[in-house]
Nanobody, 114 residues
């Protein structure tokens, strides 16, 4: 199973980005998918998760600003990030979870300048 994340970059505060993660080698529609982020020296933290049937959860810090979605026909999960803040700066990772297995993508860097 491979996960390929993309869409990171440099954006000014208040701007938007959309991250994508394409999954290959797995029955994507059966996977719960998540986006996590990690700052250097900190633990990786959950940003948003979407279940195989479309239920979503968000960290409180991104509620109302970020939206996770999935396109099972394209084996892709997205993270739409609006109203970005400097504290959103991190490496973002996508994760696929099909119990008992968990797979991670390589990460994409998001930098938000003030």
């Amino acid at each position: 199973v491979q996960l390929q994340a993309s869409g990171g970059g440099l954006v000014q505060a208040g701007g938007s980005l959309r991250l994508s993660c394409v999954v290959s080698g797995s029955m994507f529609s059966r996977n719960a998918m998540g986006w996590y982020r990690q700052d250097p020296g900190k633990e990786r933290e959950l940003v948003a998760d979407i279940s195989d049937d479309g239920e979503t959860i968000y960290d409180d810090s991104v509620k109302g600003r970020f939206t996770i979605s999935r396109d099972n026909a394209k084996n892709t999960v997205y993270l739409r990030m609006n109203s970005l803040k400097p504290e959103d700066t991190a490496v973002y990772y996508c994760r696929a979870r099909l119990y008992p297995y968990v797979y991670w993508g390589q990460g994409t860097l998001v930098t938000v300048s003030s």
